[in-house]
């Protein structure tokens, strides 16, 4: 796989699987709102999508070592796999009663992740237990704090 590919793919999966569980998480926890977490995964799929590819951009540009078509390739992967990968977290939302589909999305996220990591873990030759353990473990946080904070918000505001 080209390095343009591997690095928009490696960033955008992750950052997709992290920012959208995340937010759903933390959104469904504050307000228990189908319309709130379907809206919300669908404006983060966009925005998200659009400023971590400039975000790729920029950083290859500052390397000062890649080609402007490696550059533009980040870019467009990192995009398309933000963009493709959050929205597939709606799909759950529409189908199921809300509290299930936020832990079908959840399963759906860290599997994503597990595979990913386990692929990374093999291409570097590093063990997988060890990079599939850490990748997990911080989502977990991630979801953790954001599950806590979307009651806070709604214990503080409703």
């Known amino acids: 796989m080209k390095h343009s590919m591997r ?3 490696s ?6 699987i992290i920012t959208t569980l995340g937010l759903m998480v933390g959104v469904y926890s504050g307000t228990h709102s189908r319309l709130a977490v379907i809206g919300s995964i669908l404006v983060i799929a966009i925005a998200d999508a659009f400023s971590d590819s400039l975000g790729i951009h920029i950083s290859e540009e500052s390397e000062n070592i890649h080609t402007p078509k490696e550059i533009w390739e980040s870019t467009l992967y990192t995009f398309l796999s933000k963009f493709i990968f959050g929205i597939t977290f709606v799909i759950p939302v ?5 509290h299930l589909a936020i832990i079908i999305a959840g ?4 599997l994503l992740l597990g595979v990913f990591s386990f692929y990374i873990a093999k291409n570097e030759g590093a063990a997988p237990w060890k990079v599939i353990s850490e990748h997990i473990f911080v989502a977990l946080i991630v979801i953790l704090i954001t599950h806590y904070t979307g009651i806070l918000i709604r214990n503080t505001f409703l």
Do not use: D, N, P
């Not at 399963?107 to 860290?110: C, D, E, N």
């Open 7 to 9: 690095k928009g793919l």
């Open 11 to 16: 960033f955008g999966l992750t950052s997709a």
């Open 107 to 110: 399963i759906w996220g860290l």
């Open 94 to 98: 529409i189908i199921f009663e809300l």
